[in-house]
Protein backbone atom coordinates (compact mmCIF):
# COMPACT_ATOMS: atom_id res chain seq x y z
CA UNK A 1 0.00 0.00 0.00
CA UNK A 2 2.86 2.38 0.70
CA UNK A 3 4.21 2.01 -2.97
CA UNK A 4 0.48 3.20 -4.43
CA UNK A 5 0.12 6.02 -2.10
CA UNK A 6 3.56 7.57 -2.36
CA UNK A 7 3.25 7.41 -6.68
CA UNK A 8 -0.33 9.20 -6.14
CA UNK A 9 1.10 12.04 -3.83
CA UNK A 10 3.95 12.01 -6.18
CA UNK A 11 1.55 12.73 -9.35
CA UNK A 12 -0.62 15.13 -7.42
CA UNK A 13 2.73 17.42 -6.28
CA UNK A 14 4.09 17.24 -9.97
CA UNK A 15 0.08 18.80 -10.53
CA UNK A 16 0.32 21.63 -8.41
CA UNK A 17 4.05 22.42 -9.37
CA UNK A 18 3.43 22.35 -12.97
CA UNK A 19 0.81 25.45 -13.42
CA UNK A 20 -2.05 25.11 -15.28
CA UNK A 21 -4.42 25.55 -12.71
CA UNK A 22 -7.86 23.61 -11.07
CA UNK A 23 -11.08 25.24 -11.88
CA UNK A 24 -12.57 26.67 -8.41
CA UNK A 25 -16.58 25.79 -7.63
CA UNK A 26 -18.00 26.65 -3.61
CA UNK A 27 -19.97 24.85 -2.02
CA UNK A 28 -20.82 20.91 -4.00
CA UNK A 29 -20.76 22.67 -7.44
CA UNK A 30 -18.51 20.71 -9.78
CA UNK A 31 -16.88 21.98 -12.51
CA UNK A 32 -13.89 19.97 -14.98
CA UNK A 33 -10.34 20.97 -13.64
CA UNK A 34 -7.91 22.48 -15.68
CA UNK A 35 -5.11 21.16 -13.42
CA UNK A 36 -2.42 19.55 -15.31
CA UNK A 37 -0.84 15.70 -13.76
CA UNK A 38 2.46 14.74 -14.30
CA UNK A 39 3.08 11.09 -13.34
CA UNK A 40 6.94 10.62 -13.20
CA UNK A 41 7.46 13.05 -14.98
CA UNK A 42 5.28 12.80 -18.00
CA UNK A 43 2.17 14.63 -18.39
CA UNK A 44 -1.16 12.50 -18.24
CA UNK A 45 -4.68 13.25 -18.54
CA UNK A 46 -7.39 12.34 -15.64
CA UNK A 47 -10.77 13.77 -16.17
CA UNK A 48 -11.05 15.91 -12.96
CA UNK A 49 -13.28 18.19 -11.50
CA UNK A 50 -13.11 20.83 -8.99
CA UNK A 51 -15.02 21.13 -6.16
CA UNK A 52 -14.62 23.27 -2.98
CA UNK A 53 -11.13 24.23 -4.24
CA UNK A 54 -9.97 20.77 -4.39
CA UNK A 55 -9.38 18.23 -7.71
CA UNK A 56 -11.30 15.09 -7.47
CA UNK A 57 -10.74 12.44 -10.30
CA UNK A 58 -12.09 8.67 -10.25
CA UNK A 59 -9.90 6.03 -8.56
CA UNK A 60 -10.06 3.66 -11.72
CA UNK A 61 -8.01 6.37 -13.20
CA UNK A 62 -5.59 6.77 -10.80
CA UNK A 63 -5.32 3.31 -11.17
CA UNK A 64 -4.52 3.21 -14.83
CA UNK A 65 -2.21 6.11 -14.57
CA UNK A 66 0.17 5.04 -11.75
CA UNK A 67 -0.50 1.12 -12.95
CA UNK A 68 -1.94 -0.35 -9.60
CA UNK A 69 -5.40 -2.40 -10.20
CA UNK A 70 -8.45 -1.20 -8.34
CA UNK A 71 -11.69 -4.05 -8.04
CA UNK A 72 -15.00 -3.31 -6.34
CA UNK A 73 -16.23 -6.19 -3.48
CA UNK A 74 -20.10 -6.58 -3.90
CA UNK A 75 -19.67 -9.26 -1.24
CA UNK A 76 -18.38 -6.84 1.07
CA UNK A 77 -19.21 -3.27 -0.49
CA UNK A 78 -16.07 -2.50 -0.36
CA UNK A 79 -13.00 -0.77 -3.03
CA UNK A 80 -10.12 -3.25 -3.25
CA UNK A 81 -6.63 -1.63 -4.39
CA UNK A 82 -4.13 -4.09 -5.25
CA UNK A 83 -0.95 -2.17 -5.65
CA UNK A 84 1.05 -5.61 -6.50
CA UNK A 85 -1.06 -5.99 -9.23
CA UNK A 86 -1.20 -4.06 -13.00
CA UNK A 87 -4.03 -2.11 -13.77
CA UNK A 88 -6.74 -3.65 -15.67
CA UNK A 89 -10.46 -3.03 -17.65
CA UNK A 90 -11.95 -6.42 -16.41
CA UNK A 91 -14.86 -4.90 -14.83
CA UNK A 92 -18.83 -6.65 -14.97
CA UNK A 93 -20.66 -4.57 -18.02
CA UNK A 94 -23.27 -2.48 -16.77
CA UNK A 95 -26.77 -3.83 -16.47
CA UNK A 96 -29.57 -2.68 -18.69
CA UNK A 97 -30.86 0.42 -17.53
CA UNK A 98 -33.14 1.17 -20.70
CA UNK A 99 -36.80 0.27 -21.80
CA UNK A 100 -34.70 -0.19 -25.82
CA UNK A 101 -32.35 -2.11 -27.07
CA UNK A 102 -29.45 -1.46 -29.02
CA UNK A 103 -27.65 -4.25 -30.40
CA UNK A 104 -24.16 -3.70 -31.34
CA UNK A 105 -23.52 -5.28 -34.98
CA UNK A 106 -19.91 -3.82 -36.47
CA UNK A 107 -17.09 -2.44 -34.46
CA UNK A 108 -17.30 1.07 -36.04
CA UNK A 109 -20.81 3.50 -36.95
CA UNK A 110 -21.96 6.62 -37.66
CA UNK A 111 -24.64 7.84 -40.10
CA UNK A 112 -21.58 9.77 -42.28
CA UNK A 113 -18.41 9.47 -43.20
CA UNK A 114 -17.11 12.65 -42.38
CA UNK A 115 -13.50 11.38 -42.43
CA UNK A 116 -14.10 12.34 -46.16
CA UNK A 117 -13.85 15.67 -45.83
CA UNK A 118 -10.89 15.96 -43.73
CA UNK A 119 -7.60 15.75 -44.76
CA UNK A 120 -5.94 12.09 -44.69
CA UNK A 121 -2.94 13.02 -43.40
CA UNK A 122 -4.18 13.20 -39.74
CA UNK A 123 -5.25 9.78 -39.27
CA UNK A 124 -2.03 8.45 -37.78
CA UNK A 125 -2.54 5.39 -34.80
CA UNK A 126 -5.26 5.61 -32.32
CA UNK A 127 -6.21 9.26 -34.41
CA UNK A 128 -8.26 7.14 -36.82
CA UNK A 129 -10.86 7.64 -39.12
CA UNK A 130 -13.52 5.57 -37.12
CA UNK A 131 -12.78 7.96 -34.27
CA UNK A 132 -12.95 10.68 -35.84
CA UNK A 133 -16.55 9.58 -37.43
CA UNK A 134 -17.89 9.18 -34.19
CA UNK A 135 -16.52 12.23 -32.41
CA UNK A 136 -17.91 14.19 -35.65
CA UNK A 137 -21.30 12.44 -35.49
CA UNK A 138 -22.05 14.24 -31.61
CA UNK A 139 -20.41 17.61 -32.86
CA UNK A 140 -23.06 17.57 -35.80
CA UNK A 141 -25.86 15.73 -34.04
CA UNK A 142 -25.36 16.35 -29.99
CA UNK A 143 -26.68 13.94 -28.32
CA UNK A 144 -30.56 14.09 -29.64
CA UNK A 145 -30.15 10.68 -32.04
CA UNK A 146 -28.52 7.43 -31.32
CA UNK A 147 -25.19 7.56 -30.65
CA UNK A 148 -22.15 6.85 -33.23
CA UNK A 149 -19.41 4.38 -32.07
CA UNK A 150 -16.11 3.07 -32.34
CA UNK A 151 -13.65 0.63 -30.74
CA UNK A 152 -10.34 1.86 -28.90
CA UNK A 153 -8.71 -0.90 -27.29
CA UNK A 154 -7.87 -0.21 -23.14
CA UNK A 155 -4.50 0.79 -24.00
CA UNK A 156 -5.58 3.83 -25.86
CA UNK A 157 -8.34 4.58 -23.61
CA UNK A 158 -6.08 7.50 -22.40
CA UNK A 159 -5.04 9.16 -25.64
CA UNK A 160 -8.85 9.54 -26.13
CA UNK A 161 -9.18 10.72 -22.93
CA UNK A 162 -6.68 13.88 -23.60
CA UNK A 163 -8.26 14.22 -26.40
CA UNK A 164 -11.81 14.75 -25.24
CA UNK A 165 -10.03 17.22 -22.59
CA UNK A 166 -8.75 19.51 -24.60
CA UNK A 167 -12.58 20.09 -26.10
CA UNK A 168 -13.55 20.86 -23.19
CA UNK A 169 -14.91 24.06 -22.27
CA UNK A 170 -18.76 25.55 -23.23
CA UNK A 171 -19.45 21.90 -23.58
CA UNK A 172 -18.22 18.66 -21.45
CA UNK A 173 -16.84 15.76 -23.84
CA UNK A 174 -16.61 12.24 -22.44
CA UNK A 175 -16.83 8.73 -23.81
CA UNK A 176 -18.92 6.41 -22.75
CA UNK A 177 -21.23 3.06 -23.12
CA UNK A 178 -24.99 3.38 -23.49
CA UNK A 179 -26.88 1.46 -21.48
CA UNK A 180 -29.28 -0.06 -23.11
CA UNK A 181 -27.16 -2.51 -24.99
CA UNK A 182 -27.49 -6.29 -25.20
CA UNK A 183 -24.66 -8.00 -26.68
CA UNK A 184 -21.72 -5.75 -25.03
CA UNK A 185 -19.60 -8.23 -24.41
CA UNK A 186 -19.39 -8.82 -27.62
CA UNK A 187 -17.26 -5.52 -28.13
CA UNK A 188 -15.66 -4.39 -24.83
CA UNK A 189 -14.09 -1.80 -26.04
CA UNK A 190 -16.67 -0.24 -27.82
CA UNK A 191 -17.98 3.35 -26.70
CA UNK A 192 -19.83 6.86 -27.85
CA UNK A 193 -19.22 10.28 -26.66
CA UNK A 194 -21.43 12.62 -25.46
CA UNK A 195 -21.44 16.24 -25.73
CA UNK A 196 -23.25 18.08 -22.61
CA UNK A 197 -23.41 21.45 -21.17
CA UNK A 198 -23.14 21.99 -17.32
CA UNK A 199 -26.43 23.26 -15.17
CA UNK A 200 -23.93 24.84 -13.13
CA UNK A 201 -23.09 26.58 -16.34
CA UNK A 202 -26.16 28.63 -16.79
CA UNK A 203 -24.99 31.38 -14.57
CA UNK A 204 -22.09 32.22 -16.48
CA UNK A 205 -24.03 32.03 -19.73
CA UNK A 206 -26.08 34.58 -18.04
CA UNK A 207 -23.07 36.75 -17.47
CA UNK A 208 -21.37 36.84 -20.72
CA UNK A 209 -24.24 36.82 -22.89
CA UNK A 210 -23.74 40.70 -23.67
CA UNK A 211 -19.82 40.13 -24.57
CA UNK A 212 -20.89 37.39 -26.44
CA UNK A 213 -23.58 39.55 -28.43
CA UNK A 214 -20.93 42.30 -28.74
CA UNK A 215 -18.49 39.74 -30.33
CA UNK A 216 -21.20 38.14 -32.56
CA UNK A 217 -22.29 41.36 -34.10
CA UNK A 218 -18.18 42.34 -35.60
CA UNK A 219 -17.49 41.39 -39.17
CA UNK A 220 -14.71 38.97 -38.80
CA UNK A 221 -14.03 36.57 -36.58
CA UNK A 222 -10.64 37.93 -35.94
CA UNK A 223 -12.41 41.04 -34.61
CA UNK A 224 -14.53 38.53 -31.95
CA UNK A 225 -11.40 37.07 -31.21
CA UNK A 226 -9.64 39.89 -30.05
CA UNK A 227 -12.52 41.37 -27.82
CA UNK A 228 -13.06 38.00 -26.61
CA UNK A 229 -9.19 37.68 -25.76
CA UNK A 230 -9.30 41.90 -24.24
CA UNK A 231 -13.18 40.89 -22.36
CA UNK A 232 -11.12 38.22 -20.29
CA UNK A 233 -8.27 40.13 -19.44
CA UNK A 234 -10.18 42.80 -18.14
CA UNK A 235 -11.48 39.50 -15.47
CA UNK A 236 -8.62 37.97 -15.09
CA UNK A 237 -5.08 38.26 -13.67
CA UNK A 238 -1.99 36.15 -13.77
CA UNK A 239 -0.95 33.80 -11.26
CA UNK A 240 0.40 30.50 -11.66
CA UNK A 241 -0.25 29.46 -8.50
CA UNK A 242 -3.60 30.29 -8.51
CA UNK A 243 -7.44 28.98 -9.19
CA UNK A 244 -10.23 30.49 -11.46
CA UNK A 245 -12.32 28.00 -13.15
CA UNK A 246 -15.96 29.20 -15.29
CA UNK A 247 -18.19 29.73 -12.29
CA UNK A 248 -15.73 31.81 -10.42
CA UNK A 249 -14.55 34.20 -13.12
CA UNK A 250 -18.01 34.64 -14.68
CA UNK A 251 -19.64 36.01 -12.21
CA UNK A 252 -20.18 39.55 -10.70
CA UNK A 253 -17.05 39.98 -8.25
CA UNK A 254 -14.85 43.47 -7.54
CA UNK A 255 -11.65 43.18 -8.80
CA UNK A 256 -9.70 40.68 -11.25
CA UNK A 257 -9.88 36.78 -10.44
CA UNK A 258 -6.33 35.27 -10.58
CA UNK A 259 -5.56 32.25 -12.20
CA UNK A 260 -2.90 30.54 -14.20
CA UNK A 261 -2.70 29.45 -17.63
CA UNK A 262 -4.53 26.73 -17.89
CA UNK A 263 -7.18 28.94 -16.51
CA UNK A 264 -7.16 31.68 -18.85
CA UNK A 265 -6.81 28.74 -21.74
CA UNK A 266 -10.33 26.81 -20.28
CA UNK A 267 -12.36 30.25 -20.22
CA UNK A 268 -11.27 31.24 -23.09
CA UNK A 269 -12.62 27.59 -25.40
CA UNK A 270 -16.00 28.68 -22.68
CA UNK A 271 -16.68 32.26 -24.43
CA UNK A 272 -15.09 30.90 -28.10
CA UNK A 273 -17.95 28.06 -27.13
CA UNK A 274 -20.83 30.80 -26.71
CA UNK A 275 -19.51 32.96 -29.84
CA UNK A 276 -19.06 29.84 -32.32
CA UNK A 277 -15.68 30.04 -32.42
CA UNK A 278 -14.14 26.49 -33.05
CA UNK A 279 -11.16 26.74 -30.09
CA UNK A 280 -8.87 23.48 -28.56
CA UNK A 281 -6.03 23.98 -26.32
CA UNK A 282 -2.75 23.65 -27.31
CA UNK A 283 0.76 22.52 -24.32
CA UNK A 284 4.29 22.46 -23.85
CA UNK A 285 5.19 20.91 -20.80
CA UNK A 286 4.49 23.79 -18.67
CA UNK A 287 2.10 25.63 -20.58
CA UNK A 288 -1.41 25.76 -22.00
CA UNK A 289 -2.82 28.72 -24.44
CA UNK A 290 -5.06 27.91 -27.39
CA UNK A 291 -5.60 27.84 -31.07
CA UNK A 292 -8.96 29.52 -32.87
CA UNK A 293 -10.13 28.77 -36.17
CA UNK A 294 -10.44 32.46 -37.72
CA UNK A 295 -11.64 33.64 -41.00
CA UNK A 296 -10.28 30.41 -42.68
CA UNK A 297 -7.38 29.35 -40.85
CA UNK A 298 -6.28 28.04 -37.47
CA UNK A 299 -4.42 30.94 -35.08
CA UNK A 300 -2.16 31.06 -31.63
CA UNK A 301 -3.82 33.11 -29.01
CA UNK A 302 -2.35 32.63 -25.60
CA UNK A 303 -4.52 35.15 -23.10
CA UNK A 304 -2.77 34.11 -20.10
CA UNK A 305 0.62 36.17 -22.01
CA UNK A 306 -1.12 38.81 -23.78
CA UNK A 307 -2.58 39.70 -19.98
CA UNK A 308 0.86 39.69 -18.32
CA UNK A 309 2.83 41.57 -20.55
CA UNK A 310 -0.06 44.24 -21.01
CA UNK A 311 0.06 43.48 -24.83
CA UNK A 312 -0.78 41.69 -28.10
CA UNK A 313 2.36 38.74 -27.04
CA UNK A 314 0.35 36.26 -28.66
CA UNK A 315 -3.03 37.37 -30.47
CA UNK A 316 -3.89 35.52 -33.79
CA UNK A 317 -0.62 34.79 -35.03
CA UNK A 318 0.03 31.75 -37.04
CA UNK A 319 2.96 30.23 -35.27
CA UNK A 320 4.92 30.36 -32.31
CA UNK A 321 8.06 29.78 -32.83
CA UNK A 322 10.23 28.50 -29.45
CA UNK A 323 7.36 26.37 -28.23
CA UNK A 324 6.96 22.69 -28.52
CA UNK A 325 3.46 21.28 -28.91
CA UNK A 326 3.49 17.75 -26.61
CA UNK A 327 0.85 16.34 -28.41
CA UNK A 328 1.28 17.04 -32.56
CA UNK A 329 -0.66 15.01 -33.97
CA UNK A 330 -3.33 14.89 -31.64
CA UNK A 331 -3.26 18.61 -32.53
CA UNK A 332 -3.77 18.11 -36.14
CA UNK A 333 -6.63 15.44 -35.62
CA UNK A 334 -8.87 18.31 -33.38
CA UNK A 335 -8.32 20.95 -36.17
CA UNK A 336 -9.91 18.68 -38.80
CA UNK A 337 -12.87 17.38 -35.92
CA UNK A 338 -12.97 21.29 -35.16
CA UNK A 339 -13.29 22.42 -39.38
CA UNK A 340 -12.84 19.93 -41.69
CA UNK A 341 -9.96 20.11 -44.65
CA UNK A 342 -8.67 23.20 -42.36
CA UNK A 343 -5.52 21.28 -42.70
CA UNK A 344 -5.08 20.46 -46.41
Sequence with gaps: MKRGFTFVAGMLMGAALFGGGTAYAAGLMAEPSSQTFFVDGKQVYLQAYAIGGNNYVKLRDVGQAVNFNVTYDGATNSVQIATNEPYSEDTPAPAVTAPASYTISADHWSREDFSRQANPAVFTGVYDRNLYNAIRQTLVDGNSAAPAYTMVSKENYGEVKRLLGRMDGYF???HYVPQNF??????LDYFAVSAEMSEDYQPALNFIRSAVEQANGM??????VKYLNNYLCSLMSY??????GVSRVFTQHSGEIAGACGDYAHNFKFLCGAAGIPCITISTASHSWNLVYADGQWLHVDVAANDLYRQDYILLTRTVSDRTDTAP???EFLKELLAPGSTK
Design 239 to 244: DRKAIA
Design 182 to 187: TNYYEY
Design 219 to 224: VSDREK
Design 172 to 174: WYS
Design 329 to 331: AAT
